[in-house]
């Protein structure tokens, strides 16, 4: 081989060794020496099997454009990370720029949540949580799937499926001290848990550390599937499918908001499908309650502030949208309008005009097949029988994606509903699966 062809071949090698310098592998049994090895842009590829000892993701740090990744296949059999009684199985401590995917997590029933970001001293930034299906977290209600219990921002939970959990996602601590900021909660299943599917709670005072949103930001919650249609914990333990709790009172995060869009809510045998307090934009959202209440607005640990509740589909046996609001109402703009709400009780505690409302028996009238099980339930409306004047056309709350319908259409103004109203085949008709971007 001349000097000039062997020169060649050698560059060729170093660039492809360089190319897969950031893949590592690993199995059950050499995984958590992989793990500690790490550097910013490196990825490990855990193959199928069951791993017993956990995942700690503590002090490990990848950089914007270079995040660490820990991954099991894109198709086929998983990882399984197992439960161990007392400890939680994915511990996420002072890490950021993480993203963990295609996992498979068994809780055994026993105690400690399937992925948790740990200790109120500490911080987790940047973390994804991607496609993971998470199942047997049951055994209490004070067990949970995804867990955050210090200072968390710019997490994505996406694609996850969790089954039977205690409480699904639970974001912030129980006292306020210890903010989930600018998150994105989007596309996941979270069915059947003893106490909330999701809640996120209310903020004290924000503590300034690095990094940490300090402007006004959204918490995004978007085409997610909520349901507690089996074994909802009831009377004093009795929890709604969703809670949002207030910012903080005043400095930075005072201005923050939720942004609920695209989700289907579905039933709830002993309280609300959905509860908020604070900032929240709630649009475009299919809620159907069989047991009672849909939509509770009304003070928890603060009082509702900015208020939009715009372009919802609602039914329910009991109350569709009730606002329990003695204080904020007076100083803080709240508007309830082009909603579509068939319920015992429509309205509660807000204007109504704007709205399409009826009983719940009239719901046929207005709806395709909205009384039908879920397989052929379908609450897009009927053609023409939820057009609005257009003086009643809703005041659409800022934001990209505030004009699409739960579908993703460009909305047609004025209709009432989560629906733009355009006749064909729906993109999704709501069910008890993952929604699909």
Not at 90 to 97: F, K, L, N, Q, W
Not at 168 to 176: F, K, R, V
Request: with cysteine; aromatic share 6%; hydrophobic share 40%.
């Amino acid at each position: 081989m001349s000097p000039a062809s062997f020169a060649t071949l050698a560059t060729t090698l170093l660039l492809a060794s360089a190319c897969q310098a950031g893949i590592l592998h690993a199995a059950p049994d050499n995984y958590l020496i992989q793990v500690k090895q790490m550097s910013p842009g490196d990825t490990l590829e855990l193959m199928p099997g069951e791993y017993r000892n956990g995942l700690p993701i503590h002090g490990i740090n990848g950089r914007p454009g270079q995040r660490i990744t820990i991954a099991g296949p894109a198709s086929g059999p998983r990882p399984v990370f197992m439960a161990r009684s007392g400890a939680n199985t994915v511990s996420i401590v002072d890490s950021s720029y993480i993203t963990i995917r295609n996992l498979e997590l068994d809780g055994l029933n026993l105690a400690g949540d399937a992925v948790k970001a740990e200790g109120h001293a500490h911080w987790a930034h940047h973390i994804t949580l991607e496609n993971l299906l998470i199942r047997n977290h049951g055994g209490d209600q004070q067990t949970v799937g995804i867990s955050t219990k210090c200072p968390a921002w710019n997490w994505v939970i996406r694609n996850n499926v969790i089954v039977g959990a205690g409480t699904g996602i639970y974001l912030g601590n129980s006292d306020g001290s210890a903010p989930f900021v600018a998150g994105l909660i989007e596309y996941n299943l979270i069915v059947d848990t003893l106490g909330y599917n999701l809640q996120i709670k209310h903020q004290q005072a924000r503590p300034a550390l690095a990094g940490m949103p300090g402007r006004p930001s959204a918490t995004i919650v978007r085409h997610n599937v909520f349901s507690k249609q089996h074994g909802a914990a009831t009377e004093a333990m009795a929890r709604p499918n969703v809670l949002l709790g207030h910012g903080p009172l005043k400095g930075a995060g005072a201005d923050d908001s939720y942004q609920v869009y695209g989700n289907f809510f579905y039933d709830n045998p002993s309280e609300a499908l959905f509860q908020g307090e604070g900032n929240i934009e709630l649009h475009h959202n299919v809620f159907w309650n069989r047991h009672g209440d849909a939509i509770h607005i009304q003070p928890h640990n603060d009082v509702p502030k900015r208020i939009t509740l715009v372009h919802n589909t609602v039914l329910a046996t009991g109350t569709g949208i009730r606002v329990l609001n003695p204080e904020g109402a007076a100083h803080y703009p709240q508007i309830a309008s082009a909603n579509a709400v068939f319920a015992a009780t429509p309205i509660s505690g807000i204007d109504g005009e704007g709205n399409i409302t009826a009983p719940l028996a009239k719901a046929n009238d207005y709806l395709m097949h909205p009384l039908d099980s879920l397989g052929t339930f379908d609450p897009r409306p009927q053609p023409g029988r939820l057009a609005l004047p257009q003086s009643a056309q809703a005041a659409l709350p800022p934001g990209p994606h505030a004009n699409l319908d739960f579908d993703g259409r460009p909305l047609n103004l004025p209709i009432a509903g989560a629906y733009n109203g355009e006749a064909g085949a729906p993109v999704w008709l709501p069910r008890l699966e993952r929604k699909r971007p």
